[in-house]
């Protein structure tokens, strides 16, 4: 390289600022504030940034009568100005003449590119989403530690199904710095590990309260868990980028609670429909023995000497005592007597538990005993002790 | 999603829920040697109350995850309620 002239600082300083200055002299930019601050003087001075960028900004007291707004950490703000150079320090700044929240309609823009753009990646598509496990042990909450919904969802935890343990990672979920706060808490649960799936919650707002979970850096943190991830995020009506690209969206977060964990009822009810028909099973089973038996009997009694029927007759006798002895000591059937099994199998005629309100449900003519053998949109005949429908799975 | 043995090393909910759901199925299928359907019974009549205790005796519990110093991970009872 040739030997140049050494320049003096100021005179770098001084063509630097010259070019910047007359390169930029009218701008309008959109970015995130935080750092901000208002001088004694009056001044404003704040950082405007995006996902990977940062500029400082300065607006001249004279001009902050103007605003119509209070300016706050984590707002979404579009600036006009020109850039500027400051000597004395070497740096540079937008010089801002005017600054203006970002609407709702910029919002509903910006969610609507990012949406478009994910989606392209694939992002959102339906073969990405995970299944979640029907039985969740262990299970991560991201919310905030103030407000009812963490409460809401412990309520609805304890009534469906209090065999879970919650491990609750608390975090900023609106304002500054609650999209890294949320993007370090999926890290963390991640990290941690030993949980079967996570829920992101947070209770209704306003379309700017929801902004985090519209961010990418979150949906990409979403994208990236490697447990299962179900997003909860304000009511109903409320979408979110986190929504679309999370494993399963509840519509709220105490829906979110529900739709986790399997109701206690229905598996108690479950438990005790596999008992009634186990002993059914051994019931019967009894039942054919001692058919088989009795036919045994009567057939030799024909054609053997009284000594081998004797013979027979005695271990029939002792095979019926060895099964009335399993049956009444380990199994709890209260037959004293085989035909007492007999009776009781009646008595649990299936048609007698119909008229009692319940339902046998069958799929292709098979009885369906518990949710994991269904799918949704399977075509089931649920029979009613006066006769039979037809219905789908709307949902499992 | 595997099926997983819970901290204490038992088995966890869903495998022994399955597990009464296949001795379920033998039984009525009907085809297992009567000693056999016995000791099923046997089984799956303990399967169903163990899961049914299980259940009923359950109690929600709610830790807060945080870090130590190091950055270790650490966990806290919380309240309920």
């Known amino acids: 390289m040739a030997d140049q002239a050494p320049l003096t600082v100021s005179a770098l300083t001084l063509r630097i600022k010259q070019s910047l200055e007359k390169g930029f002299p009218s701008l309008a930019v959109v970015g995130e504030l935080s750092n901000f601050k208002q001088h004694t003087s009056g001044h404003l001075y704040f950082t405007l940034k995006d996902e990977s960028s940062q500029i400082s900004g300065v607006m001249w007291r004279s001009r902050v009568p103007a605003l119509k707004f209070r300016p706050q950490d984590g707002m979404k703000v579009i600036v006009t100005g020109r850039l500027s150079v400051y000597e004395v320090r070497g740096t540079y700044q937008i010089d801002v003449s005017t600054m203006r929240p970002l609407g709702a309609g910029d919002l509903q823009l910006a969610f609507e590119e990012l949406k478009n753009k994910l989606a392209a990646e694939g992002l959102f598509a339906e073969e990405r989403k995970r299944p979640l496990p029907e039985y969740p042990e262990r299970i991560g909450i991201i919310t905030s530690p103030t407000g009812a919904v963490l409460h809401d969802m412990l309520h609805v935890f304890k009534e469906r199904f209090p065999a879970v343990a919650l491990v609750f990672r608390p975090a900023r979920v609106q ?61 109903e009506v409320d979408y979110t980028i986190a929504d679309f690209v999370a494993d399963l969206r509840a519509p709220t977060p105490t829906a979110a609670a529900s739709l986790v964990v399997p109701d206690k009822k229905a598996i108690l009810e479950i438990l005790r429909n596999s008992g009634y028909t186990m002993r059914q099973a051994i019931a019967s089973r009894i039942t054919m023995n001692r058919k088989h038996i009795l036919h045994l009997l009567k057939s030799y009694s024909f054609h053997r000497p009284m000594d081998l029927l004797r013979r027979h007759s005695q271990h029939v006798d002792e095979l019926s005592r060895t099964m009335m002895t399993a049956m009444t000591h380990r199994h709890e059937l209260a037959a004293a007597h085989l035909k007492g099994v007999e009776e009781r199998l009646s008595a649990l005629n299936p048609v007698l538990v119909l008229k009692r309100g319940y339902t046998i449900v069958r799929k292709e003519g098979a009885i369906v005993g518990l949710r994991s053998g269904l799918r949704k949109a399977d075509a089931v005949e649920i029979e009613f002790a006066d006769g039979r429908a037809r219905s789908t799975i709307l949902d499992v | 999603m595997a099926t997983k043995k819970n901290t204490a090393g038992n088995a966890s909910f869903e495998e022994s829920l399955r597990r009464l759901e296949e001795i379920v199925n033998q039984l009525e299928q009907g085809d297992v040697p009567l000693e056999d359907s016995l000791r099923l019974y046997e089984e799956g009549i303990e399967l169903s109350k163990v899961c049914a205790r299980r259940l009923s005796q359950a109690e929600l519990t709610l830790n807060k995850l945080g870090k130590d110093l190091e950055g270790k991970f650490t966990l806290t009872d919380e309240e309920l309620e």
């Not at chain 1, 706060?181 to 707002?205: E, Q, T």
């Open chain 1, 175 to 235: 304002g500054a710095g609650a999209a890294e706060d949320i993007v370090a808490s999926l890290a963390d649960l991640n990290a941690y590990g030993k949980l079967d799936l996570i829920i992101l919650a947070r209770g209704g707002g306003s379309l700017e309260d929801l902004w985090p979970f519209n961010e990418e850096r979150v949906a990409r943190a979403i994208a990236a868990s490697k447990l299962p991830v179900v997003s909860a995020v304000g009511h």
